[in-house]
T-cell receptor
């Protein structure tokens, strides 16, 4: 199949790290993306990683890619209330940029 | 799981012609459909939101007469780019929200206007 799977919900305490996980099935994926959707807003591209990379870090965000296990994760350090959103992972595998999407993980921040 | 079928996956058209993009929810009822546009390596820009049977709500700056959205049934929504011009070349993607599932995205349509 061509599934991208992620859990629908994640609850963390403010100040802790959040780790959002994603698994995919197609080993020919070229780029993998993390998008953020805040309530009432469109999708915001957070970061992307090329399939020949293992890790990418950008300020509080760390993306880890385990190509062998087809597992992608997004770690948000020092989670804040402003991080409350739905996070989507997506992959693309050809030059047409067709995207295969996960269903989104809703990140809930507890005070 | 929920599947949204989006067609065509890519299309090339001449300037001045119209192009229709379809999104179908295959195994669930999409009460709300979102249409996005994406430029390379940029975020998806929300163009409009449509609820079944009612007129679409367009985001600021999106021409509703140019991007016609029809959501006539709970399983089908269409986006028609009318009188397309090269600046309309982009990647268009739909997203459907049903009652049970999270957001389900189509695989996108690459439009090239020549």
């Amino acid at each position: 199949g061509e599934d991208v799977e992620q859990s629908l919900f994640l609850s963390v305490r403010e100040g802790d790290s959040s780790v959002i996980n994603c698994t995919y099935t197609d080993s020919s994926s070229t780029y993998l993306y993390w998008y953020k959707q805040e309530p009432g807003a469109g999708l915001q591209l957070l970061t992307y990683i090329f399939s020949n990379m293992d890790m990418k870090q950008d300020q509080r965000l760390t993306v880890l890619l385990n190509k062998k296990d087809k597992h992608l994760s997004l770690r948000i350090a020092d989670t804040q209330t402003g991080d409350s959103a739905i996070y989507f992972c997506a992959e693309t595998r050809d030059s047409n940029y067709q995207l295969i999407w996960g269903a989104g993980t809703k990140l809930i921040i507890k005070p | 799981g929920a599947v949204v079928s989006q067609h065509p996956s890519w299309v090339i058209c001449k300037s001045g012609t119209s192009v229709k993009i379809e999104c179908r929810s295959l195994d669930f009822q999409a009460t709300t459909m979102f249409w996005y546009r994406q430029f390379p390596k940029q975020s998806l820009m929300l163009m409009a939101t449509s609820n079944e049977g009612s007129k679409a709500t367009y985001e600021q700056g999106v021409e509703k007469d140019k991007f016609l959205i029809n959501h006539a049934s709970l399983t089908l929504s269409t986006l028609t780019v009318t009188s397309a011009h090269p600046e309309d070349s982009s990647f268009y993607i739909c997203s459907a929200r049903g009652e049970k599932y999270g957001y389900t995205f189509g695989s996108g349509t690459r439009l090239t206007v020549v």
